[in-house]
């Protein structure tokens, strides 16, 4: 094993049918409004943690939550992981403001997010 270490799961994104009725559903849970609000994105800041809602499951077509570990260094991590026999499922690419998102499969077909801020 190697020293690049995790940052714990602070992402995780929900794949929503409806995005104005999973806003009221979180905000209720969570007793705040969303940080991020748009039309095909919302998402909630709260204790640390980042909970985002994606109608549709977005274009990566999401069927359940993604629980995102956060990385300092994400092609070292799926170097890492896909060596034990993850199967890279969406390769890294940046989604704005230099954040860095992956995510590979494990050996039972189980999502598992990556993510890197540069």
Same mark, same amino acid.
């Given at each position: 094993?190697?020293?690049?270490?995790?940052?714990?799961?602070?992402?995780?994104?929900?794949?929503?049918?409806?995005?104005?009725?999973?806003?009221?559903?979180?905000?209720?849970?969570?007793?705040?409004?969303? #940080?991020?609000?748009?039309?095909?994105?919302?998402?909630?800041?709260?204790?640390?943690?980042?909970?985002?809602?994606?109608?549709?499951?977005?274009? #990566?077509?999401?069927?359940?939550?993604?629980?995102?570990?956060?990385?300092?260094?994400?092609?070292?991590?799926?170097?890492?992981?896909?060596?034990?026999?993850?199967?890279?499922?969406?390769?890294?690419?940046?989604?704005?403001?230099?954040?860095?998102?992956?995510?590979?499969?494990?050996?039972?077909?189980?999502?598992?997010?990556?993510? #890197?801020?540069?």
């Amino acid at each position: 094993m190697s020293d690049s270490s995790t940052e714990g799961i602070k992402t995780v994104l929900h794949p929503v049918s409806d995005l104005a009725k999973a806003k009221e559903v979180y905000a209720a849970l969570l007793g705040m409004e969303p #940080q991020h609000d748009s039309a095909y994105y919302v998402g909630f800041d709260v204790a640390g943690q980042h909970i985002g809602l994606v109608p549709g499951g977005g274009p #990566q077509g999401m069927s359940s939550p993604v629980a995102y570990w956060h990385v300092p260094d994400i092609e070292a991590k799926l170097a890492e992981v896909t060596a034990a026999g993850a199967v890279v499922k969406e390769a890294a690419h940046d989604v704005g403001g230099g954040r860095l998102v992956a995510t590979v499969t494990d050996l039972d077909g189980n999502v598992l997010g990556l993510l #890197q801020d540069r």
